[in-house]
């Protein structure tokens, strides 16, 4: 027998998933722009998560974050540790040879799960932990994989995101302009971030480009570059990064299928 999600457990996960993605310290408001709840149900969904200790309130500046009792909920979850191992050496030479950081991530349900990253705290003055979970639709990591992943775990994800309500996934419920953006990526090689993300994430201050991580038969994640737009235009970026940042996206491809066995 086929049962019904409880919609009120979806919605507490939806709010606790919110928290942590603004690295764990958010308001109510933030909480709604990211889930599109309404505020009378965010509060109830936070009131649960605090009662249950995933979370805690600060009075003083009226935010929420989340408790060290969530990190029992991932204790399960290990292949992110897998294949962060086979790719850090890696990462860590390309962000010496081009001198800008690069983040790898591995699609996981809704998101790209940012796995490694060589970002530091200065220059680029923001640092993005793995455990990051990049938006499909946004980032030039997600758009990279969802344009190259297999039709059926494409479509599958798709089928997903139309019934969620949070804006992240509007672009799912626009299947025309979806697939003119997939085939435009397709036809170039590689993806960039979305212009609105970049306004809203980075004070339109960075930018990125972004390919998947695959070989003839298997589509692992993506890998991507972040770069000031001060620095450069897209066109620049896409002249003087997308030949070593598909090298070594194909580097990371082999290896990682070498690895099949320990990373499944």
């Given at each position: 027998?086929a049962?019904?999600?409880?919609t ?91 001198g ?35 938006p ?40 025309d ?10 036809a ?30 298997q589509?692992?994640?993506a ?13 620049e ?28």
């Amino acid at each position: 027998m086929a049962y019904q999600p409880v919609t009120a457990a979806l919605r507490v996960l939806d709010v606790l998933a919110a928290i942590s993605k603004t690295t764990g310290n958010a308001t109510v408001g933030e909480i709604h722009r990211l889930t599109s709840l309404d505020k009378a149900t965010i509060v109830r969904m936070l009131t649960t998560l605090a009662h249950a200790g995933y979370i805690v309130r600060d009075s003083d500046s009226r935010t929420y974050h989340v408790t060290g009792k969530t990190l029992q909920l991932s204790v399960g979850y290990n292949r992110h540790q897998a294949i962060g191992a086979v790719v850090s050496e890696d990462l860590a030479q390309f962000r010496q040879s081009i001198g800008w950081p690069s983040d790898v991530s591995i699609f996981d349900e809704d998101a790209m799960l940012v796995i490694e990253t060589s970002r530091e705290t200065e220059p680029m003055r923001f640092f993005r932990k793995p455990g990051y979970r990049a938006p499909m639709f946004y980032t030039s990591l997600g758009r990279s994989y969802l344009a190259f992943c297999p039709e059926e775990e494409r479509q599958a994800f798709l089928e997903r995101a139309q019934k969620n309500p949070a804006p992240e996934f509007a672009f799912a419920r626009a299947p025309d302009a979806l697939e003119a953006l997939l085939e435009n990526v397709r036809a170039r090689g590689y993806a960039t971030m979305d212009e609105s993300y970049s306004r809203d994430n980075y004070e339109s201050q960075f930018f990125s480009i972004g390919v998947p991580i695959r070989t003839h038969t298997q589509v692992f994640g993506a890998m991507n570059i972040m770069y000031l737009r001060r620095a450069m235009t897209p066109d620049e970026a896409r002249d003087q990064f997308l030949a070593p940042l598909v090298e070594v996206a194909d580097k990371l491809a082999a290896k990682l299928e070498t690895h099949t066995g320990d990373i499944a």
